[in-house]
T-cell receptor, first 112, second 115 residues
Framework: QQQVKQSPQSLIVQKGGISIINCAYENTAFDYFPWYQQFPGKGPALLIAIRPDVSEKKEGRFTISFNKSAKQFSLHIMDSQPGDSATYFCAASNTNAGKSTFGDGTTLTVKP | NAGVTQTPKFQVLKTGQSMTLQCAQDMNHEYMSWYRQDPGMGLRLIHYSVGAGITDQGEVPNGYNVSRSTTEDFPLRLLSAAPSQTSVYFC??????????????FGSGTRLTVV
């Protein structure tokens, strides 16, 4: 049972374009939705996160859009740069349980 | 501030051997977790802990044991290594502030190969 479904599996974007990665969840007990960025050979690093009481959060070029009724959230990377090339994971947390469930990841390649 | 430290970085085991993957954090985080990362399968939760003395199973706990005797340390033990346990293992910690959660800080990983 996959509780967090992430798409697409891979994404190629031109420099300056917008990268969009989508996630859908099933468990309505999830109440915290972070995104992580992982470079080859490194551990994932927290990028941005949102709680379900807001519909959008923006930090620099990164924006999370959250649709509680549809149980979906997405990461938008504006003005994508080659340095953004990495694997991105969405996650959903049940904070009462103290654990997170991750999507399968999206490999983003930004072409110069 | 070291964050989350994992040792060793690389390990090769023979089938049937046991070993302990070490994880230590110096941020006084209450929550610690172990994940394994396999190609195309994302991060899967093995075991987690919400505080010293408290542990629980995640999605894929079979073949692994954990303990949490201190806030800082959360070792993962492989009881009898199998080739299916070949993976990259990540330890992560997190905390709450004002009853709100904050995301994980991950270690740099242990790449384990079982032959």
């Amino acid at each position: 049972q996959q509780q967090v479904k992430q798409s697409p599996q891979s994404l190629i974007v031109q420099k300056g374009g917008i990268s969009i990665i989508n996630c859908a969840y099933e468990n309505t007990a999830f109440d915290y939705f972070p995104w992580y960025q992982q470079f080859p050979g490194k551990g994932p690093a927290l990028l941005i996160a949102i709680r379900p009481d807001v519909s959008e959060k923006k930090e620099g070029r990164f924006t999370i859009s959250f649709n509680k009724s549809a149980k979906q959230f997405s990461l938008h990377i504006m003005d994508s740069q080659p340095g953004d090339s990495a694997t991105y994971f969405c996650a959903a947390s049940n904070t009462n349980a103290g654990k997170s469930t991750f999507g399968d990841g999206t490999t983003l390649t930004v072409k110069p | 501030n070291a964050g989350v430290t994992q040792t060793p970085k690389f390990q090769v085991l023979k089938t049937g051997q046991s070993m302990t993957l070490q994880c230590a954090q110096d941020m006084n985080h209450e929550y610690m977790s172990w994940y394994r990362q396999d190609p195309g399968m994302g991060l899967r939760l093995i075991h987690y802990s919400v505080g010293a003395g408290i542990t629980d199973q995640g999605e894929v706990p079979n073949g692994y044991n954990v303990s949490r005797s201190t806030t800082e340390d959360f070792p993962l033990r492989l009881l009898s290594a199998a080739p299916s346990q070949t993976s990259v293992y990540f330890c992560a910690s997190s905390y709450y502030r004002d009853s709100l959660p904050y995301g994980y800080t991950f270690g740099s990983g242990t790449r384990l190969t079982v032959v």
